[in-house]
């Protein structure tokens, strides 16, 4: 899956690429330093995405406590 910078990711998404790092580094096609970068990289966009998700339904929750 190839993503560049415009494209939205979903943490759907994210599972899916850090299935593939894992299945390369199983397989040889990538070091352990390499796996361990890209993990860590998609870690930290999957908690990204997590936050910004509960940002946004503490946001609803608040509008509606509001009305």
Do not use: F, H, W
Request: hydrophobic share 40%; net charge negative; no cysteine.
């Amino acid at each position: 899956m190839k993503l560049d910078r415009t494209d939205d990711i979903s943490a759907k998404d994210v599972k899916r690429l850090l299935l593939r790092v894992y299945r390369d580094l199983k397989a040889g096609d990538l070091s352990d330093t390499q796996a361990y970068r890209e993990a860590s990289i998609l870690n930290n966009v999957l908690k990204a995405i997590e936050l910004t998700d509960m940002e946004e339904r503490l946001s609803k929750i608040e509008r509606l406590i509001g009305e």
